[in-house]
């Protein structure tokens, strides 16, 4: 014990191979661009930041907070790198690794939901103390971890499309699954901001609210709604409107969506929607 106290704060020149990656790493992904920079300065400049690494078992080193600085020397062939030893325990190393992270390079906020749920779960640890060892407020906290609310595949499109957490805190107004999945590809698609997504998630919950369903006896019924629908757009259409219509059918219902053009003189209602009955 003594002798830790004597090394601890050092800077020491440790073997690349020594050093092992640190367990509660909250960096998910990497940018490669990024490190192709950082390891093209290291090459010119040397590595300026030393890592900050912990004793591990079989003369190893556990790295604390550096993991891009570790992988972009290891690019350039660093055969040994400074580092800075300290002696924590896994609670505070997760900690300070995520501090770093959030304070050196943005993480993304579904990375950093991941690490704060991590420090709960694995650690113990309560959202207040959370709250006082990053140094944010305690509803900043809440409203990560509620981002954990979203599937995997729901949180890697978001990722991919570059939409912003206020994006995904608006997804989770919807509740359904379909829904979501449905609000997130036309937000994507169109390329929607915030205001505009939170005025279309709604825009659906007023319709799922008000909705009626109109109790259909058999398949029967539903093909004479269709069928109904077909005549009048081929009303329209004799009367030499060029009308169109798109049916689509899932699961739960059938979506009759009917285009009508501009025509000079008219009246510009256009393009209606008629949603047929959900069965």
């Known amino acids: 014990m003594k002798q830790k106290r004597q090394i601890a704060g050092q800077i020491l020149l440790i073997e690349q191979e020594s050093i092992v990656p640190n367990p509660n790493q909250p960096r998910l992904r990497f940018d490669f661009d990024e490190l192709n920079g950082l390891a093209e300065s290291i090459r010119n400049n040397g590595l300026l930041q ?58 993304g906020f579904f990375e950093e939901a991941i690490a704060i749920d991590k420090l709960i779960r694995d650690f ?14 305690q509803s900043t906290i809440a409203n990560k971890l509620r981002l954990l609310g979203l599937t995997e595949e729901e949180r890697l499109k978001i990722a991919k499309e570059g939409l912003t957490e206020r ?9 359904d699954g379909k829904m979501r999945a449905r609000a997130l590809s036309i937000i994507a698609d169109k390329h929607l901001t915030v205001a505009e997504s939170e005025r279309m998630i709604t825009q659906m919950l007023g319709r799922k609210k008000n909705s009626r369903r ?13 069928n109904t629908l077909n005549h009048a757009v081929d009303t329209i259409r004799r009367a030499g409107i060029d009308a169109d219509s798109v049916k689509s059918e899932t ?29």
């Open 214 to 226: 109109i109790p259909l006896n058999n398949i029967r019924d539903v093909r004479l709604f269709v």
């Open 124 to 137: 113990g640890m309560s959202r207040d103390d959370v709250s006082k060892k990053l140094g944010k407020a």
């Open 50 to 107: 030393p890592l900050t690494v912990r004793p591990s078992e079989d003369s190893k080193f556990e790295l604390i907070a550096g993991e891009r600085r570790l992988i972009a020397a290891r690019m350039v062939g660093l055969s040994k790198i400074p580092c800075i030893l300290m002696n924590v325990d896994d609670e505070k190393s997760a900690v300070f690794s995520l501090i770093e992270n959030i304070q050196r390079q943005n993480l």
């Open 167 to 175: 994006h995904a805190r608006a997804l989770l107004r919807l509740e």
């Open 251 to 279: 699961e739960e219902y059938i979506e009759y969506v009917v285009r009508i053009p501009k025509q000079p003189g008219t009246t510009p209602v256009l393009k209606p929607k008629v949603q047929a009955v959900s069965i």
